[in-house]
């Protein structure tokens, strides 16, 4: 198996709800609209979807209830840190929880978390270390 991601699925509470946040607060372009799962225009890098939390669950079949950290954080790197205080408010505006304001990182960088309406983890990042930088925009 390759280090690879050919997509993310987000298991969401209220479609609805998800489609607004990443559409109308943080700005995404809706690809494909399924009903029951949607995916959004990716950029060439692996693309991202929602889909029901209850339907999400059955199809891999685990049970949906859940609470707590669920160790997966999803990470956005940027080319500068006034990007990150841009789009932190771009996701706060919209409804995101804001986990850690944006600022100085023990490693030398910048940047903060979110939590999405769903309480999926965002960190976003900028670090002037590297040229080599998995950079999203």
Known sequence: MKAHVSSILLAVEDMDRAKRFYTEGLGWKIQNDYGIS???ESDGASPVGFYGREGLAGLVGVTP???G???VVLTYVVRSEARVDEIMDEAEKAGATILKPAGA???GGYGGTFADPD???WSLGYSAQ???QP???
Do not use: K
């Open 38 to 40: 949607v995916f959004f």
């Open 65 to 67: 209830e859940g609470s």
């Open 69 to 71: 950290f669920s160790g």
């Open 105 to 107: 990182l023990p490693w």
């Open 119 to 121: 309480g999926y983890v």
């Open 130 to 132: 590297g040229e080599d």
């Open 135 to 137: 950079y999203a925009e």
